[in-house]
């Protein structure tokens, strides 16, 4: 993007800002709640990350402020500091996330930030599930009405056992409400009318459960049970700093906590930082070490004023570029908005039922510790698997220190056993060929996660030329370093080639499962399943193009409106051909909601009108919801003489009678004979159209009447 001023998309930028600050402020409060913290210190940590952060960032559209993933750390830290004096632990633990800021800022100008990709995925989703079990865990006492000062010292296991107890005591009516709550958040994401996708399910909750109590006063001042109500506290900038972390009698505590806010706080921020530079539409370049330092200042900032820690936070990231984000000045406008209303609206924020952030946290811990991901690690191999769960027992046994450390002894162990190599996991292992055009980099004997930094760089200082990553001696390749090549081989705009990969077999049918050196003479046999072997005989018998290579770009589907807030994961196959005169591309993908923190399977066939132009519109099937909406808002297109038709489906779009022309009497009847059910046609306002349905597996059936319908619609147009 060629800067012409960091002005010129204000507009852009401030409506991003004050989206993103409607998502951020109830999870902020929650996040300060859980963590010990007065609830208004998550908003401050926001409006120093937006406020003054924004500005140093690294990043153009990284949005800074409290995370989910800290919450076990900070927690932690009060409880073992305040040893039951909670205002004494928060003093402290205060003061060392300051002296965590410090040496962030240390560590962004020894420029650590090249170390971002040493951390196996593995381990850090492990260690992500297990912060989400345990967020849930102690949240769930909280929303059947249990107070938090009869939680207190309890460990993750503790906490567990103690479920059964705290449902033999739960009170009803905060019961009732924290179950509405958590039914509307794990619903409304799937609710697919894109006027209700479009506001944020938090701020949906947050307005719903304000409303609930007040409606029915159920928190009456005859309960004597613990406060229902979030109580902020005041909005205060005054220096905190208690040197008594640095007394004998807390240097352990000191330590263990100082290593855990500073290294995971900082892999999170970077890994969220990298997340972003892929989604970015304008395909910017972020500063790694430059956000680590300015992490670090925000932290030393939140430190001193009492705040809890930020970092880049990866929900509030995405909003931000989905809502048409542009430069850090919609990260500003997002502190700033948020400043605005502890200001003025403090009296709302004071109506808020505690429960209703206990919900919202409960959510987040199960979108941490989403079944999905289970999945995920399953699918990718036994080895990806094992680390996965031996990182997430341990930290919810143990500490999260001891579940990363055995994480990565095990991910080494099995390499070890793997390959039978032990020294070579930790040594460069690679040679290297420049040629005037092209780069070769010959590794051997083993690829793996401990190796990976090396070749990083020489990836990195080979940009214009092509590269080429012989494989030809290598034993094993694990699913970190496949993972690091697939992320660099997305950005990398000149070619890139594995040379002899299919050499090596695939422990299980999955992009990035580890692999292993087959026999002498042997090449590796791609493995489909069922679904796959009949997609690729009928794209034979049809002649179409067909691929089930993970890396094929699936960019503009962002104009549409249906994917504002949806990033392509990744693409499980591909196919494009010639049907019935038309040129189509269809798509199989995992999608992921980053608003609702969602992951789905979604499957998309789209085609362009080349030289023709149309308006911008949904269309979906009728529902009665929808109908209620196209009343109040009046935004239906009907098609005149039609009336089955308009009866069956909804049609958005600000260009009623352009819209409206694109229905011809063929499509019509074809689409009242052939019921779209779930599925959702849009068009993008310049070219292309496009026939989706969410979270549903693909079938071949559902290829051929997606076909079917898409070359109806396109050739009715024309």
């Excluded at 949904?618 to 529902?623: C, D, P």
């Amino acid at each position: 993007m060629k800067k012409k001023g960091i002005f010129k998309h204000i507009k852009k930028d401030v409506l991003s800002g004050f989206i993103v600050s409607l998502i951020a402020l109830p999870l902020c409060l929650g996040v300060a709640s859980a963590s010990g913290f007065p609830p208004i210190t998550g908003v401050l940590t926001a409006i120093i990350g937006g406020v003054v952060i924004s500005f140093l960032s690294g990043s153009e559209l990284a949005i800074k402020g409290p995370a989910a993933g800290l919450i076990v750390i900070i927690a932690g830290a009060v409880e073992e500091y305040g040893k039951g004096d909670a205002q004494a632990g928060y003093l402290l633990t205060a003061s060392l996330i300051a002296v965590a800021g410090v040496l962030q800022i240390i560590l962004g100008f020894l420029k650590v930030g090249r170390w971002a990709d040493f951390i196996p995925s593995s381990i850090v989703h492990g260690m992500l599930a297990a912060i989400g079990i345990i967020i849930m865990v102690k949240q769930f006492h909280l929303l059947v009405g249990i107070s938090s000062s009869e939680l207190k010292g309890m460990e993750p296991l503790h906490l567990i056992m103690e479920i059964p107890r705290s449902l033999s005591h739960f009170e009803w009516h905060i019961t009732l409400l924290g179950i509405l709550c958590l039914l509307l958040l794990f619903l409304l994401p799937r609710v697919k009318n894109p006027i209700i996708k479009s506001i944020p399910s938090f701020l949906i909750v947050i307005v719903f459960s304000i409303g609930f109590v007040q409606v029915f006063h159920l928190f009456s001042a005859k309960y004597t049970f613990y406060n229902t109500l979030v109580d902020p506290g005041k909005l205060e900038f005054n220096f905190l700093f208690n040197s008594g972390i640095f007394h004998s009698t807390n240097l352990a505590t000191t330590f263990k906590y100082l290593f855990l806010l500073t290294i995971i706080g900082t892999i999170e921020s970077v890994l969220t930082v990298k997340a972003v530079d892929i989604l970015d539409p304008y395909k910017r370049t972020s500063n790694y070490n430059r956000d680590i330092i300015a992490v670090g200042v925000g932290n030393l900032l939140c430190g001193l004023f009492g705040a809890v820690p930020m970092i880049s936070e990866v929900a509030r990231s995405s909003a931000n570029i989905n809502n048409k984000g542009v430069t850090r000045i919609s990260g500003f406008a997002h502190g700033l908005f948020l400043l605005i209303f502890v200001l003025i609206f403090v009296s709302l924020i004071k109506l808020i039922p505690l429960v209703a952030l206990s919900a919202i946290l409960i959510y987040v811990g199960a979108k941490l510790a989403s079944p999905a991901g289970f999945i995920h690690a399953f699918k990718v191999s036994n080895e990806h698997l094992i680390v996965f769960l031996t990182t997430l027992i341990t930290t919810i046994a143990t500490d999260l220190l001891v579940g990363v450390v055995v994480g990565i002894a095990v991910k080494i162990l099995i390499n070890f056993f793997r390959s039978g190599e032990f020294k070579k996991l930790f040594s460069s292992n690679i040679t290297i060929e420049h040629k005037e055009k092209s780069v070769v980099l010959h590794v051997k004997p083993v690829a793996v996660f401990t190796n990976w930094l090396p070749v990083k760089s020489v990836l990195s200082s080979a940009e214009g030329k092509k590269i080429i990553i012989d494989f030809s001696e290598v034993k094993i390749v694990d699913s970190s370093f496949i993972d690091n090549i697939q992320r660099f081989k997305e950005k990398y705009t000149h070619e890139l080639v594995l040379k002899d990969f299919e050499l090596l077999h695939p422990i299980k049918n999955h992009p990035v499962s580890m692999r292993v050196k087959l026999p002498s003479g042997k090449r590796e046999q791609v493995q489909l399943s069922t679904h796959q072997k009949k997609l690729k005989t009928f794209c034979e018998e049809n002649r179409f193009i067909l691929s089930f290579d993970s890396w094929i770009p699936t960019n503009y589907f962002g104009t549409f409106k249906g994917f504002k807030h949806v990033d392509i994961r990744r693409t499980t196959a591909f196919v494009t051909g010639v049907y019935g005169g038309v040129r189509f591309e269809y798509y199989e993908c995992m999608a992921y909601d980053a608003i609702n923190m969602l992951e789905y399977d979604l499957n998309i066939i789209g085609v362009d009108l080349m030289n023709r132009k149309i308006s911008k519109f949904m269309m979906q099937r009728e529902s009665k919801l929808v109908a209620v909406i196209d009343f109040v808002l009046k935004n239906q297109v009907s098609i005149s003489d039609r009336p089955k038709f308009n009866s069956m489906y909804s049609i958005y779009s600000r260009n009623k009678e352009k819209t409206a022309e694109i229905f011809s009497r063929e499509m019509i009847d074809y689409l009242e004979e052939n019921d779209l059910k779930d599925r959702i046609i849009e068009g993008d306002g310049d070219s292309k159209i496009i026939l989706y349905e969410n979270r549903k597996a693909a079938s071949l059936l559902s290829f051929v009447y997606k076909l079917e319908t898409i070359t109806m619609f396109r050739n009715g147009i024309v």
